[in-house]
């Protein structure tokens, strides 16, 4: 099978250029000006972009928080329709052992979930939620099979560790050359905030905010990068959301550690006035951290302008508003944490970010492909469009509008946290290694996604 895209502007961190890209079987085979033709499909991108298919290394297809509590709306097979029809073409899932179980065994629950359902390729973050010799000694296991980045706690009772045990850990994962992001709140003091706050019968959704107050993630990013630089690993932090934690970034990036920072669209894109919504709804913008002032959203954009931050992944972890996040009506530290968003990255962070001259499409590449790629062990393989390279590809047409709704949406939930905004740019076609996926937003071929064995981060050999 071979495929030729004719006349797209090819995208990567390096730049941008006319050009036609050749596809045979899964993966790119020739890229260059008029490259001939004879194929088995020429297919004529003229006027788009041709982009290498969005990663998205933060999701929680399909998380179960155990008896009486919610699990996800999606699932692998639901969640990552969504991400694939949109653009998104990998997936890097947390995996999250149940307590004294060992990673082997959350390796194969979760290729459980994914495997034969995942119409995206996926990999998986292993979470460590405890520490010991036996986890140890199966950090070297892990990477052997490809998973090479760990996921650790500085908040929720019940994943998250001390910080000797961080330490202990990093020693483990610096031999490996893996890459370790960590949830950074000091979880301490959320708990005696939370607690202060209900005993006061504050129980509304809006002091889900006022329980995680900004300093509480600056402190923990402080403690996680103290305990790096001692462990001289390099480190990623997921989800960072405010101004005061990109002090601290840039005070140890100045020290000369190496730090990688991740946000997500909606501490760009919403503020913490959704909490004051009426009849619960602020619910529906639950997750932690919370939303932040306008203030660190535009601090935030500031970063990304700068290039600050490293990539833009979603944090996809959504419950039903509808009964699921009703469980914390009376309780706001019951609402189950977190919201939609795999579908909708590329659309919002294109509108906002590049329609708007904040970013360019270079920089949009690298936030939402190449720098994750590369990241966690996946480039070439993944990230870049060049010879020897996995199709997986997206003709991004810059001038497709649309609005986005639950109405219309795939995500398997019943909102949408970003309900009517308008976009301005959108996949017209997706490839995953090779076969057009999806057109229009819409999925052509599910379940064809594969497992990526991942090799050590490009970040420890710089
Ligand atoms: O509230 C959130 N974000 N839930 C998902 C788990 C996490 O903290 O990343
Ligand atoms: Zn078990
Ligand atoms: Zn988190
Ligand atoms: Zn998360």
């Not at 949109?86 to 890097?92: E, F, H, L, N, S």
């Not at 020693?171 to 003091?189: F, S």
């Not at 020290?255 to 946000?263: C, F, L, N, S």
């Not at 977190?338 to 909708?344: D, H, N």
Request: aromatic fraction near 8%; hydrophobic fraction near 40%.
């Amino acid at each position: 099978m071979s495929i030729v895209i004719k006349g797209a502007t090819v995208v990567s961190t390096y730049g941008q250029r006319q050009m036609d890209v050749r596809i045979v079987d899964e993966k790119i085979a020739a890229v260059g000006v008029d490259i001939a033709t004879p194929a088995d499909t020429i297919v004529d991108a003229r006027g788009c972009y041709l982009l290498p298919g969005f990663i998205d290394a933060h999701t929680h297809m399909e998380l179960n928080n155990g008896p009486g509590t919610a699990s996800t709306a999606d699932n692998f097979t639901t969640g990552t329709i969504a991400a694939v029809a949109k653009g998104t073409t990998a997936v890097i899932d947390m995996a999250t052992p149940d307590r004294g179980h060992s990673l082997q065994e959350c390796l194969a629950t979760w290729n459980n979930l994914a495997a034969g359902k995942s119409s995206s390729d996926y990999s998986y973050h292993m979470s460590l939620i405890e520490w010991n010799s036996q986890l140890a000694a199966e950090i070297p296991k892990m990477a052997a099979q490809g998973i090479t980045s760990f996921k650790m706690y500085m908040a929720y009772d019940n994943l998250r560790t001390t910080d000797a045990e961080i330490y202990a850990a990093m020693c483990e994962i610096k031999k490996v050359h893996g890459m370790l992001g960590i949830h950074c709140e000091n979880g301490d003091l959320v708990n005696a905030l939370q607690a202060q706050y209900l005993a006061n019968g504050l129980t509304a959704p809006k002091y889900h905010a006022l329980t995680r107050p900004n300093q509480l993630e600056a402190e923990a990013i402080n403690r996680y990068l103290t305990i790096a630089a001692l462990a001289d690993l390099p480190v990623n932090i997921v989800h960072l959301s405010t101004r005061e934690s990109l002090a601290v970034v840039r005070a140890a990036r100045a020290r000369g550690q190496k730090v990688y920072v991740e946000t997500c669209p909606q501490y760009l894109l919403l503020d913490d006035h959704y909490y004051e919504l009426p009849n619960f709804e602020g619910a529906k913008y639950v997750c932690s951290p919370p939303l932040r002032s306008q203030q660190d959203e535009q601090a935030l954009w500031q970063a990304l302008e700068q290039g600050e931050i490293n990539t833009i992944s979603t944090d996809h972890c959504d419950f039903n508003f509808h009964e699921q996040k009703f469980i914390g009506k009376d309780d706001f530290t019951k609402i189950p944490g977190g919201m939609p968003g795999v579908e909708t990255r590329p659309e919002l962070i294109y509108t906002a970010g590049v329609t708007t001259g904040k970013i360019s499409v270079e920089q949009f590449v690298g936030l939402l492909s190449e720098n994750i790629a590369r990241q966690f062990g996946m480039y070439p393989q993944k990230g870049i469009i060049q010879v020897g390279s996995d199709a997986d590809l997206v003709i991004w047409d810059p001038q497709q509008t649309g609005v986005i709704s639950a109405q219309t949406q795939l995500q398997n939930v019943d909102y949408s946290a970003f309900e009517g905004f308008k976009t301005k740019g959108a996949a017209r076609a997706v490839y995953l290694r090779g076969q057009q996926v999806a057109a229009q937003g819409q999925l052509l071929v599910g379940q064809q996604g594969k497992f990526i064995a991942r090799h050590g981060s490009d970040y420890h050999l710089k």
